[in-house]
């Protein structure tokens, strides 16, 4: 198999035949011999399963219908997707058709010229309104400050990629899984291709603010441990403050100029209980995550999968 495709499904039931044409499409034009289409649905609520299924029946539309037993969320249906390719580059793009599968062709030339993995950079964003733009701008800037891989800026899971990348990949057992970072993370040559995202074919954005944030403190808490250091200096520099203010007390009271009033005390007080209870937090957090990775559970489980695998 020269190239599996592979897209995450959920609640898509408006954008997947229009999704498959082009895709379809893309593949046809592309300088392969053999492809297939994985379409993972990730526990849709309305009819995206059944059309899934309907494809798959035919063995001329190349698809693979992968289902989960339930919600999983993107980054895990994606990783049932990218477990279940056979193909040996893999186009990795979202079904709401923001990211042009015509752009395949010119992304194998780049894998042609040596590329191991092939990342879409977004040039410009359609369709998107100024305080998504704005908050996805910020995203991926905090995402570069604090994290200790290199992960491009204005970068989703939008890629090409070898079989060679994929099994390195697909050996990494972590549950809480960052995609984009992880394939940062793994080397090789990797080369940005810039280009216009456009805008959403059909349905509502399945990444709202809650959950770009979820998807940050992921990445952050998966690729580093910054947010600990950070808390290291904070506390530092707060106890040095600490340190000068009893100072300045005892000097008070024994030149009989005590400090009147608790107002002032009980601000300080407030504040360092609230930092230290953030970091205790944040510490729980990272607690709470090696707690899940130990009990070793799969990471997603597959109801089915349709479609013809030769």
């Known amino acids: 198999m020269d190239l599996s ?9 408006a954008s997947i035949p229009e999704l498959l044409r082009r895709v379809r499409l893309a593949c ?12 993972i649905d990730d526990g849709s609520r309305d009819r995206t399963w059944q059309m899934i299924e309907q494809m798959a029946e035919d063995p001329t539309s190349h698809v693979v219908g992968v289902a989960l037993s339930r919600n999983h969320g993107h980054q895990l249906a994606l990783t049932a997707g990218l477990e279940t390719a056979r193909g040996e580059n893999i186009f990795i793009i979202d079904a709401d058709l923001q990211d042009p599968p015509e752009l395949l062709t010119p992304m194998l030339a780049k894998l042609g010229e040596g590329a191991d993995v092939v990342y879409g950079q977004r040039a410009s964003r359609s369709g998107e309104s100024l305080f998504k733009k704005l908050t996805a ?75 770009m944030m979820k998807l940050a403190f992921d990445a952050i808490t998966s690729f580093s441990i910054k947010p600990l ?36 005390v009980i601000s300080v007080v407030l ?13 729980g957090e990272y607690l709470g995550r090696s707690y899940i990775e130990s009990k070793r559970r799969p990471i997603f489980i597959i109801r089915r999968i349709v479609g013809q695998r030769p």
Not at 235 to 264: E, Q
């Open 229 to 264: 250091v950070i808390a290291s200096y904070c506390g530092a520099v707060f106890g040095t403050i600490g340190l000068f203010t009893l100072l300045y007390v005892l000097v008070s009271w024994s030149s009989n100029h005590a400090v009147r009033g608790w107002t002032s």
């Open 137 to 211: 701008k910020i995203f991926y800037r905090v995402l570069d400050a604090m994290t200790d891989v290199s992960i491009p800026l204005d970068t989703g899971d939008f890629r090409l990629m070898r079989r060679s990348v994929l099994d390195v990949l697909n050996s990494m057992p972590e549950s809480q899984r960052f995609i984009r970072g992880m394939v940062s993370w793994v080397g090789f040559n990797q080369v940005a291709f810039p280009y216009q995202r456009d805008e959403r074919f059909a349905g509502e954005t399945k990444y709202p603010l809650s959950k």
């Open 28 to 39: 046809e034009a592309a300088p392969i011999s053999s492809y297939e289409i994985v379409l």
């Open 271 to 283: 504040i360092l209980g609230s930092i230290q209870l953030v970091f205790l937090g944040l510490i």
């Open 5 to 13: 495709v592979v897209i995450p499904c959920y609640n898509e039931e």
